[in-house]
């Protein structure tokens, strides 16, 4: 039983390293934000953890604007997957050319927000109402 100050359980989280489901989750659903593109899939074998993979394509500049787009993705996971995230599933996000300048606060809300889509959940605005 968790009371209001402690933490949640930890997830189980792992890296997604193969392009074959990087492909796959290209066929799954989507959500773009400002910040990132989302897509989830279902893990095809059933597991109770959460597969993440991060991508930062040469578009977006050179290898430190890359490095820093990733970093920034990994930092919003950390804060974000375990409490919204669902095992059993697997994500990949794509960094976009405003992930390296927006502020953090912002890429927090846009993961929350393609989550929340992802999955079928009402925008915020509707919940409000």
């Known amino acids: 039983m968790t009371g209001l100050g402690t933490p949640p359980p930890p997830v189980k989280m ?8 990087f492909l ?12 990132l593109v989302l897509q989830m899939a279902p893990t095809p074998e059933p597991i ?15 290898a430190v604007v890359r490095n820093r787009v990733k ?12 409490l919204s995230g669902k095992p059993g599933h ?3 996000l794509i960094g976009r050319e405003a ?9 927090i809300e846009d993961l929350t ?13 509707a919940e409000e109402q």
């Open 48 to 62: 109770a953890a959460i597969r993440v993979g991060f991508t930062a394509t040469k578009k977006l500049g050179n």
């Open 24 to 35: 796959r989750l290209s066929r799954g659903r989507k959500w773009a934000s400002p910040g």
């Open 99 to 107: 992930t390296a300048e927006r502020p953090f606060a912002s890429l």
């Open 90 to 92: 697997d994500y990949v």
């Open 14 to 21: 792992s890296r997604l390293i193969k392009r074959a489901d």
């Open 71 to 82: 970093r920034r993705l990994r930092e919003a996971v950390r804060a974000v997957l375990p």
């Open 113 to 125: 927000l393609a989550l929340r889509k992802v999955h079928g959940g009402r925008s915020p605005k």
